[in-house]
Structures are given as structure tokens and as C-alpha cells.
């Protein structure tokens, strides 16, 4: 099974400001990982896939980068709505799908 | 409108059943797998289960082997959990989530609300 870490578990961050989350795999994954959002009571939202490729709607202020086993998702001006747990998730070699344990951004 | 509405959860004791449904609309449920995965109170998300839509490929979560059951109503548009010997372990927000594949990257595209299963006795 691979096994997602992220850092940090909480990230303060002010409005306006980037916000920088990171992930890694436990064996190499390729581009094979994407990215949710997820807001308590609310659905999870798929943000990024492959990487670095934003979903359907997704603003341009997501990012991510990243290959092998160390990714990132930066959010460059965080805006209101941005705060929320985010989680990585690979792809590579399933089952099992594995998560990261999430980054929590909250406002600083 | 494309969306997913789980609906079953509730409270139950140990070793007792459940029945999770997850009703489809706005889109082609025989063209998508599906998913389970559940969110235990102050914990992260987790893989529990897949169907395929196309080879009739299932997965469990190596925990959940022998308990958990998943299948689909084509007819109904529809996905179910059967949960046997439910354990504390298993309270948990359940979601069902729709397997779509762009390109060769593998995405969970639509998500339900979610569900909430408590097992306590």
C-alpha cells in the first residue's frame, strides 16, 4: 500500500496571502495524484488531477506541482472560501486508493 | 443537474447491518465506476470500496473484506453498500463518489453529501 503524508496538519494563513501544502508518497507514483477540498458538511471537490491539471472550474489561483513522490498545492491569494481541509490521493497503484491524512488552512 | 444523494445511514449496534444507498442523476451511471469512501469523526478520508461499471471489477479496503458489500442497480441508477458486523471503528460519514478518467488520470469527480453511520451500543 502507499502511503500519503502531508505537511502540515494546519496552516495559518491571512486572506490574500499563498498558502503552500505538501504531500509525499512512500514509493514513486508518477504524476498519478490529485488533489480534494473538502468543507465540513459539505461534498469534497475534486481540484486538481494529474498533478497539475485543475478540474472543471476550478480557479486559477490552485496549483499544483510536483512528480514522483513530492507534490504541492499552492494557493496564491487565499481567498474566504479557500479555507477548508485539503487532501492529496494517489492513483498509481490500486486498490488500495490512499489519502493523505489532509491539511487543515485556517485563518490566521 | 449532475448528482449523487446517499441515504441509509443511521445508528446501530455492534455486529448489526446496514444498508447504504447512493441515488444518480444527471448523467449516464452505466458509463462510471463508483466509490465508497468514509470519514471517520476527526479523521481524514478513506478508501472503502469500488465497482466498475465496465468489467464488473469490485475492491474492498483490506480492513472491510468479508463485511462489506458493493453492488449496483443499473435499472435505479444506483449504488449500495451492504455493512455486516458493524464495528465502533466503522462510525463514520459515508460518501459515495463517481470514478471518471480523463485521459489516464483517475479523478472522483462528484461527490454526494454524505451519509452518517454511528455503531455504538
Known amino acids: 500500500e502507499i502511503v500519503m503524508t502531508q505537511s502540515p496538519a494546519t496552516l495559518s494563513v491571512s486572506p490574500g496571502e499563498r498558502a503552500t501544502l505538501s504531500c509525499r508518497a512512500s514509493?514513486?507514483?508518477?504524476?498519478?495524484l490529485a488533489w480534494y477540498q473538502h468543507k465540513p458538511g459539505q461534498a469534497p471537490r475534486l481540484l486538481i488531477y494529474?498533478?497539475?491539471t485543475r478540474a472543471t472550474g476550478v480557479p486559477a489561483r490552485f496549483s499544483g506541482s510536483g512528480s514522483g513522490t513530492e507534490f504541492t498545492l499552492t494557493i496564491s491569494s487565499l481567498q474566504s472560501e479557500d479555507f477548508a481541509v485539503y487532501y492529496c490521493?494517489?492513483?498509481?497503484?490500486?486498490?488500495?486508493?490512499?489519502f493523505g491524512g489532509g491539511t487543515k488552512v485556517e485563518i490566521k | 443537474e449532475v448528482q449523487l444523494v446517499e441515504s441509509g445511514g443511521g445508528w446501530v449496534q455492534p455486529g448489526g447491518s446496514l444498508r447504504l444507498s447512493c441515488a444518480a442523476s444527471?448523467?449516464?451511471?452505466?458509463?462510471?465506476?463508483m466509490n465508497w469512501v468514509r470519514q471517520a469523526p476527526g479523521k481524514g478520508l478513506e478508501w472503502v470500496s469500488y465497482?466498475?461499471?465496465?468489467?464488473?471489477?469490485?475492491y474492498y479496503a483490506d480492513s472491510l473484506k468479508g463485511r462489506f458489500t458493493i453492488y449496483t442497480d443499473h435499472a435505479k441508477s444506483s449504488l449500495y453498500l451492504q455493512m455486516n458486523s458493524l464495528r465502533d471503528e466503522d462510525t463514520a460519514i459515508y460518501y459515495c463518489?463517481?470514478?471518471?478518467?480523463?485521459?489516464?488520470?483517475?479523478?472522483?469527480?462528484?461527490w454526494g453529501q454524505g451519509t452518517p453511520v454511528t455503531v455504538s451500543s
Open positions: 490521493q494517489q492513483y498509481h497503484n490500486w486498490p488500495p486508493l490512499t
Open positions: 463518489a463517481r470514478e471518471t478518467f480523463y485521459d489516464f488520470d483517475y479523478t472522483m469527480d462528484v
Open positions: 444527471g448523467f449516464t451511471f452505466t458509463s462510471h465506476g
Open positions: 465497482i466498475s461499471s465496465s468489467t464488473g471489477s469490485i
Open positions: 514509493q514513486i507514483v508518477s504524476t498519478n
Open positions: 494529474g498533478a497539475f
